[in-house]
């Protein structure tokens, strides 16, 4: 049982304040929804996972794209609370949790000033250039991830492009 202070893990706490942490979705008062602590840090990956995400970063920026780490370490919490979304399908035991994953998603822009990010918002319809980037920078992101022996989540029947894990 981890340590609580105010329903928080201490640790989850410390960690915010060393800024290894972000919140989307702290409720008002700047409370912390343990359900969605995330970190984009490298840093929080393992030592042997660290040098792969580095050379596919290196990989993708040596071909003209412009990555963006999205999700490195993720709380068991909000490992369950991204299944329970439908989200993901692994829950607490996701590599995220077991900091072994990273989120990769395209930081460039289109034609018209949005971020590429995942690709073409169902939301907005048909976009059809984002789509081509997007495809085209996962499809890159998957080939780099496997060259560095990983494992790509756009191979998987839950298809989830932006994920590499080792």
Do not use: C
Request: charged fraction near 30%; aromatic fraction near 8%; hydrophobic fraction near 35%.
């Amino acid at each position: 049982m981890p340590l609580l202070l105010a329903g928080v893990p201490l640790v989850a706490l410390l960690l915010a304040k060393r800024g290894k942490r972000r919140s989307r979705g702290a409720g008002s008062g700047g409370s912390v929804d343990v359900a969605k602590v995330t970190s984009t840090d490298l840093g929080e990956l393992l030592p042997d996972v660290r040098p792969r995400v580095e050379a596919v970063l290196a990989g993708l920026r040596s071909q003209g794209f412009d990555p963006r780490v999205y999700e490195t370490y993720r709380s068991p919490e909000r490992a369950d609370y991204l299944k329970d979304k439908g989200v993901s399908k692994a829950g607490r035991a996701s590599y995220h949790v077991k900091r072994r994953a990273v989120d990769i998603i395209d930081n460039r822009r289109d034609s018209k000033g949005d971020r590429i990010l995942w690709g073409a918002p169902m939301h907005k319809g048909a976009d059809t250039e984002r789509k081509a980037k997007a495809d085209a920078f996962f499809q890159a992101l998957g080939r780099l991830v496997e060259a560095n022996g990983g494992t790509w989540g756009g191979r998987w029947s839950f298809y989830d492009p932006a994920h590499g894990q080792w």
